[in-house]
Each structure stands twice: as C-alpha cells, then as structure tokens.
C-alpha cells in the first residue's frame, strides 16, 4: 500500500494551485507556526500575534520583526548607550 504524502497545512488546497507554490506556501506556514526564542527572557516561547507581530508567553514582551519568521536582527530590543563626550 503507498504511502500518504506529507502536505501538511497545505493538504485542503487540494490538486489547485500546482505543487511548486503548494510547496513554497508549506514551507512559509511552517516558519509562520513554529515557536522562536524570546530575545528578553530567552525562553522558547515567541508565537505570531499578528503580521510581523510578535510575543513571548512567558514574559509577555511585544516587537516587531519579520511577517512570516521572527527575524533575530529586528527584533531585538534598541538600548540607549550612553555617548562618552557628554556628562550625566
């Protein structure tokens, strides 16, 4: 007996669309669902909120990064460095 292919979140687009861009769209929903390491706290806890939005559960911090995958270089946090000529 064969085996069922494995298509994932992609499987109720049926035979539509072609396999090309089922295959491109799998691997996008993929990324999209899958859980991303929180820059604040460091727990794996970063799920999408909305497009390009995104939170950690365990301690609540909300940024902005990339739509479909959580991009590390825009989402970690801005910290204010304190320039050396200038006095407190």
Known sequence: MPRAK???STGG???R???KLRK???VVERKL???YRCPNCGAVKVKR?????WRCGRCGA???GAAYSLSALA??????TPIEGEGG
């Open 75 to 80: 989402a970690v946090p801005k910290r204010e």
């Open 17 to 19: 669309y072609g396999t």
């Open 13 to 15: 687009l049926g035979p």
């Open 62 to 64: 909300k940024f902005a």
């Open 24 to 26: 491109l769209v799998l």
């Open 33 to 35: 669902r899958q859980r």
């Open 6 to 8: 494995k298509v994932g």
């Open 49 to 53: 909120v909305g497009a390009s939005i």
